[in-house]
Structure formats: structure tokens, C-alpha cells
């Protein structure tokens, strides 16, 4: 989670150095990571049920 954490606030920075307002980039950021996470969850279980 930790990983997840601070790949969310890199992302968040980056775009706000190129211009996004705050509440722009936080928008941007989180939907992805939460479908990434979301993603490697279901992997996961796939995973161990095989």
C-alpha cells in the first residue's frame, strides 16, 4: 500500500507542475491507481485459486 501511496502523490506532482489545479490532479491520480489496484486484487485471487 505503501507503493501505491507514493506512486499516487509522484503522479499528483507531476501534473501539478505541468499546470493542473489541485483538485484536477487529484482526479486524474486516483482513478488509475484504484483501477490498478483493483486489477492486481483480482490477479491475486485468480492466482490463488489455481
Known amino acids: ?3 501505491l501511496a507514493g ?3 509522484a503522479q499528483y506532482e507531476v501534473l501539478r507542475k505541468n499546470g ?3 483538485s484536477a ?3 486524474v491520480s486516483l482513478p ?3 483501477r490498478a489496484l483493483l ?3 483480482t490477479a491475486n485471487r485468480i492466482i490463488k485459486k489455481n
Open 32 to 34: 488509475v491507481k484504484k
Open 7 to 9: 506512486s499516487i502523490a
Open 25 to 27: 490532479a487529484f482526479k
Open 20 to 22: 493542473y489545479s489541485p
Open 39 to 41: 486489477f492486481h486484487q
Open 1 to 3: 500500500m505503501r507503493a
